[in-house]
């Protein structure tokens, strides 16, 4: 199973991005898709996550800013809007895919880096 993040860049703040994530692989079901990111010297932390029903939860901080949908069963994108330079960071695909009915793993994409600057 792999995981293929990708849109991120740099913009100026108030500015918008897009990221994608898509699943492939052995997948019997993916239970949710989201979003983590990493700023240098802080914790990676939760920014956004659907599931497989469209329950979705935010990080406070991106809320009313980030919208994260489904593209189809397989991937999932994140629209941020408003960007802020504290939203700078490098920001990480995660999924909980099952191989089968009952067995379910975490997966991690790669990073990719989003930098808001004027």
């Known amino acids: 199973v792999q995981l293929q993040a990708s849109g991120g860049g740099l913009v100026q703040p108030g500015g918008s991005l897009r990221l994608s994530c898509a699943a492939s692989?052995?997948?019997?079901?993916?239970?949710?898709m989201g979003w983590y990111r990493q700023a240098p010297g802080k914790q990676r932390e939760l920014v956004a996550r659907?599931?497989?029903?469209?329950?979705t939860n935010y990080a406070d901080s991106v809320k009313g800013r980030f919208t994260i949908s489904r593209d189809n069963v397989m991937s999932v994108s994140l629209q941020m809007n408003n960007l802020k330079p504290e939203d700078t960071a490098l920001y990480y695909c995660?999924?909980?895919?099952?191989?089968?009915?009952?067995?379910?793993?975490?997966?991690w994409g790669q990073g990719t880096e989003v930098t808001v600057s004027s």
């Open positions: 995660n999924a909980q895919i099952r191989s089968t009915s009952v067995i379910a793993s975490d997966y």
């Open positions: 692989g052995s997948i019997f079901s993916i239970d949710y």
């Open positions: 659907i599931t497989s029903r469209g329950s």
